[in-house]
């Protein structure tokens, strides 16, 4: 029997026909290579008609989850791999709006089900059309040196959580932060698996782009609204894995002031 992909994708106030490569998702659901799990934090009248979707179209291999609210990623990750009750499965972190090409996902499937010797994958992601994302460290300040541009197996590195591939049995020794409810989750998670000896990634071939609009958003109050989140749970990251004062400042700082110049921009 091959081994099975899940698919985990958090859904907050969206919809699943706008799940971004839904199509892909449902060409391997629908060949039994794959399953689907929607985990959906948004509010009822989304997942009113979230659940009116499904009914209509009987999606073959998706489970759909209605948490009843908004409980932040880490929850709903961990909630996807309490799902999974197969013995030898691999789950896969796909942000709604993340553009996966059939041949990464399938490039994905034929390395679990040949021989593999990783228990972690990702890919080269891209925005803007430069890769982003996975990189090699976890500074303060980052250099274009710092991605990773090349395939192959890597140790201690820090992919997005979008696209990562994740076999089980890393989990029973690492899962995701639940204190952590939007940001910092990737970072954390893979600083837990570099303290457990378990970060070694393969990078598989395969177009991956990212979509980071929320980032040059000209709402200056959605923005502030935006950092003050990331502010909690960054403050939460340094405190879980004991990074330094300078660390902690330096990178809000920078935050701080790029949010600053960009109120400053839009008065004029």
């Known amino acids: 029997m091959s081994c099975k992909v899940y698919f985990a ?3 907050y106030n969206g919809y699943i026909s706008d799940i971004a490569s839904l199509d892909v998702f449902m060409s391997f659901c629908d060949e039994d290579k794959a399953k689907l799990i929607i985990l ?3 509010s009822k009248e989304y997942t009113d008609e979230n659940t009116e ?8 291999n998706v489970i759909y989850v209605n948490n009843g609210g908004n409980i932040g990623l880490s929850k709903s990750y961990n909630k996807a791999i309490e799902i999974i009750k197969d013995a030898d499965c691999w789950l896969m972190l796909c942000d709604d709006d993340t553009h996966f090409s059939y041949d990464y996902i399938n490039n994905v499937y034929e390395y679990i089900n040949g021989d593999y010797d990783c228990d972690l994958i990702t890919g080269l992601i891209t925005a803007n059309g430069k890769i982003t994302s996975p990189v090699r460290r976890n500074g303060v300040f980052k250099k274009e040196s710092d991605v990773i541009n090349d395939y192959g197996i890597h140790e201690n590195i820090y992919p997005i959580n979008s696209g990562v591939v994740i076999h089980n049995v890393i989990f029973n020794k690492v899962r995701f932060n639940e204190t952590l409810f939007l940001d910092m989750i990737d970072y954390c998670f893979m600083d ?6 378990l970060n070694r990634f393969i990078i598989l071939e395969g177009e991956i782009s990212q979509n980071f609009s929320f980032s040059d958003t000209s709402d200056i109050v959605a923005v502030k609204n935006r950092f003050s989140i990331f502010k909690k749970d960054f403050s939460n990251y340094c405190r879980i894995q ?8 330096t990178i ?3 935050r701080y002031l790029r949010i600053k110049l960009q109120e400053v921009k839009s008065k004029h």
């Open 242 to 249: 004991k990074k330094d004062f300078i660390y902690k400042t």
């Open 192 to 197: 837990d698996l570099i303290k457990n000896k």
């Open 9 to 11: 994708v958090v859904l």
């Open 40 to 42: 959906d934090n948004s």
């Open 252 to 254: 809000l700082g920078k």
């Open 53 to 60: 979707l499904l009914n209509k179209n009987k999606y073959k």
